[in-house]
């Protein structure tokens, strides 16, 4: 690899990045306005609370999505060092990021927020079988959402990793 193509490959991450923190920031705010919304329209005060903590959780996704997100700025006319480090620091902040995602980004409010709009309605559905037919599709879709974010989130990690030795080899090459 050399001096050029890393600093395309840090300039190329940097869009990336910017371009899914932007992302996450749009979907947050869609999201809390679209939960803040059905709160307000919403009847039975756990759903209601529910909606609320998700409202919340979505402009909490939003922030923390800037805050850890965002990539610094990669300058184009450093030495080679400096872009290195850079690119690195960028590479380990995400990829920690990713290491403690439960914590940093708020999903346990999320969760609970899920589980006050969905527990009442399976117990309303143990009296009613027929009413199970109402929550299946939404606790499929989270089992789904589960399994998808589990993988993808392990790939990301292994992929910021990998990037990351190939910057520790690419720096002994170049010392030595």
Same mark, same amino acid.
């Given at each position: ?10 300039? =190329?991450? *940097?869009? #990336?990045? /910017? ?5 996450? $920031?749009?979907?947050?705010?869609? @999201? ?55 690119? =690195?620091? *960028?590479? #380990?902040? /995400? ?5 403690? $995602?439960?914590?940093?980004?708020? @999903? ?33 879709l989270l ?13 990301n990690r ?7 030795d190939e ?10």
């Amino acid at each position: 690899m050399s001096a050029d193509e890393l600093r395309r490959n840090a300039q =190329r991450h *940097q869009r #990336k990045a /910017r371009f899914e923190t932007i992302y996450s $920031i749009i979907i947050g705010i869609i @999201l809390f306005v679209f939960f803040a919304l059905t709160c307000a329209k919403a009847h039975e005060m756990a759903p209601r609370i529910g909606l609320g903590l998700l409202s919340l959780w979505c402009l909490y996704f939003a922030y923390h999505a800037y805050k850890w997100l965002w990539p610094g700025r990669v300058a184009t006319h450093t030495t080679l060092n400096t872009t290195l480090e850079s690119y =690195r620091s *960028q590479l #380990k902040k /995400r990829r920690d990021y990713s290491r403690h $995602i439960w914590r940093r980004s708020g @999903l346990p409010f999320c969760l609970l927020g899920l589980a006050l709009i969905v527990v009442p309605e399976l117990i309303k559905s143990l009296a009613a079988p027929r009413l199970l037919l109402n929550v299946a599709p939404v606790l499929t879709l989270l089992g789904l959402w589960f399994v998808v974010f589990l993988f993808q989130r392990r790939r990301n990690r292994r992929k910021l990793q990998q990037e990351i030795d190939e910057l520790a080899v690419f720096e002994r090459e170049n010392r030595g």
